[in-house]
């Protein structure tokens, strides 16, 4: 079985809500965290053995705060153990990367509700500094630290 109708059965064996693109073996879910709503793209690559998941928020960054964001994005970076946040500099769209290398290997249903519920939970997790940052003109050291003390 191809790691993509893994990915596919597992998704909907768990009852989740998504649309699949099988020619470019992508599946795009749309998720509801605490802080915000995301799109979660599932990219597999079959030859690399690989699953890939980009979880997006719809807002884009001002273009005057982009440098800040990087600030903000490199601190919380450094510190997270799984997965990263990433930023497009032309038109402001921030994602958090998830990964899953599995080569030689089946994922298990539990490695790929996992890679989902990471980057979900990662991105929820600092969607609050990042949008002080942005629109309360918190500095990128203070908004980190407030995602550190809302997680304390």
Not at 69 to 97: K, Q, T
Request: hydrophobic residues 40%.
């Amino acid at each position: 079985m191809s790691l993509f109708q893994v990915l596919y059965e597992v998704l909907d064996q768990n009852g989740w809500d998504f649309d699949s693109d099988t020619k470019n073996e992508i599946i795009k879910l749309e998720i509801r965290g605490v802080n915000a709503n995301f799109h979660a793209f599932l990219l597999v690559d079959e030859e690399q053995e690989s699953l890939l998941c980009n979880t997006h928020i719809s807002q884009k960054i001002p273009y005057a705060k982009r440098l800040e964001v990087c600030d903000f994005m490199s601190r919380v970076n450094y510190e997270l153990a799984n997965g990263n946040f990433e930023m497009d500099m032309d038109n402001g769209e921030i994602r958090f990367r998830t990964f899953l290398d599995l080569a030689d290997a089946e994922p298990s249903k539990d490695q790929i509700l996992n890679i989902v519920w990471n980057g979900v939970l990662g991105f929820d997790t600092y969607y609050p500094g990042l949008m002080k940052l942005v629109y309360e003109n918190y500095s990128a050291e203070a908004a980190a630290a407030y995602c550190n003390e809302e997680n304390s």
